[in-house]
């Protein structure tokens, strides 16, 4: 299957997904200009998301990455007819890390995407997982890719990540290349910037990141308040077709 990294939003494909959101948890997620703050807007959003994606595609996988200076996995991916609930619980009772890491997120989700088929096969929890991921930095040096292939052609499932942000990378590495290594083994990216102004957050940047429609739109937004975020959120629930 080839993807050129390029989606259509449409519901109902028949095709299954393979979800993982990327939570910023920065300590500028704490700020109160979204009432009581952006991380809970981004929590509920979040949560949302996987409701509906288990009410409308149970058979989906998904899993959730926290992200700061460092990126820890959070919930592994599990299909959502099962572990829905507890993605939800783990949503509500997330770390505070600082920084802000790109490179640290998109890599712990390519190594979930490289590994999930022997653990869903294996029926694996959380807890081996998140031993061998559960803090990685991803600096300059530390990782020497494998085959793309392994998680492009695997177990027939469409593969996305959603990242959202509401400030700036501050990582040594460059997360571009993460994300062209994704994209290119047809992994679709949506990246959201949050916040005050388009100003805090590097929109050049997560443009790059981000993938494109077939219309050549790029799958990024900035979104200034709670209420449109949880709506992008139910959009992005839908499933997406390749070409």
Not at 67 to 73: K, N, P
Not at 170 to 178: A, E
Not at 179 to 196: M, Q, T, W, Y
């Amino acid at each position: 299957m080839k993807y050129l990294n390029f989606a259509n939003p449409v519901s109902g494909n028949g095709q299954l997904e393979f979800l993982m959101t990327l939570i910023d948890l920065s300590p500028s997620m704490e700020y109160d200009d979204w009432k009581p703050s952006r991380k809970v807007g981004a929590i509920r959003a979040n949560i949302e998301l996987i409701k509906l994606k288990a009410r409308h595609h149970p058979r989906d996988v998904a899993g959730v990455i926290g992200f700061g200076s460092y990126a820890e996995l959070l919930h592994d991916p599990v299909k959502l007819a099962d572990g829905a609930r507890s993605i939800c619980d783990c949503l509500k009772h997330i770390p505070d890390p600082n920084g802000t890491n790109f490179t640290a997120a998109l890599k712990m989700a390519e190594d979930c995407f490289r590994n999930t088929s022997k653990l869903l096969k294996n029926n694996i929890g959380r807890r081996p997982l998140i031993r061998a991921l559960s803090k990685l930095f991803y600096e300059p040096g530390q990782y020497t890719p494998g085959s793309t292939r392994e998680y492009c052609t695997g177990n027939g499932m469409t593969k996305r990540i959603i990242l959202l942000t509401d400030g700036k990378h501050n990582g040594l590495s460059n997360p571009v290349k993460v994300a062209d290594r994704l994209k290119n083994a047809g992994v679709i990216i949506d990246c959201i910037g949050i916040g005050g102004t388009p100003k805090n957050v590097d929109e050049k940047l997560l443009k790059k990141i981000a993938s494109r429609d077939r219309n050549g739109s790029i799958r990024y937004c900035f979104i200034g308040n709670k209420q449109s975020l949880l709506r992008k959120y139910e959009t992005l629930a839908k499933h997406i077709r390749p070409v």
